[in-house]
Nanobody
Framework: QVHLVESGGGSVQAGGSLRLSCAGS????????MGWFRQGTGKEREGVAS???????SYTDSVKGRFTISQDNAKNTVYLQMNSLKPEDTAIYYC???????????????????WGQGTQVTVSS
């Protein structure tokens, strides 16, 4: 059974940074597709970034150049380094896995079958 736990959320001012972590069990990170999604209040859940087999990354346009997804297979952990944060980045952030591949894309949320509980990120202006 796959179990994912996010951590690292918090409150920061615009321009600040946070690093989210997603620790997993019950799966092999090195051959998996991992994604980060977020959901703001009253908004649909949107894909933020994905990483496939620990090396192929994809990002939504609004975070390109600011966010970096990475993976440590030895620790079964995926990270999302978020720099130059903006108030519009405020959301609950979720990590997820499930698709057989996410090469060159994040893909829709419904492709992901296993989800963490989420961690709140709040960016104030």
């Amino acid at each position: 059974q796959v179990h994912l736990v996010e951590s690292g959320g918090g409150s920061v001012q615009a321009g600040g940074s946070l690093r989210l972590s997603c620790a997993g069990s019950g799966m092999t990170y090195s051959s998996s597709c991992m994604g980060w999604f977020r959901q703001g209040t009253g908004k649909e859940r949107e894909g933020v970034a994905s990483i496939y087999r620990g090396r192929y990354t994809s990002y939504t346009d609004s975070v390109k150049g600011r966010f970096t997804i990475s993976q440590d297979n030895a620790k079964n952990t995926v990270y999302l380094q978020m720099n130059s944060l903006k108030p519009e980045d405020t959301a609950i952030y979720y990590c997820a896995t499930g698709p057989r591949t996410c090469l060159g894309r994040i893909g829709p949320a419904y492709d992901y079958t296993n989800w963490g509980q989420g961690t709140q990120v709040t960016v104030s202006s």
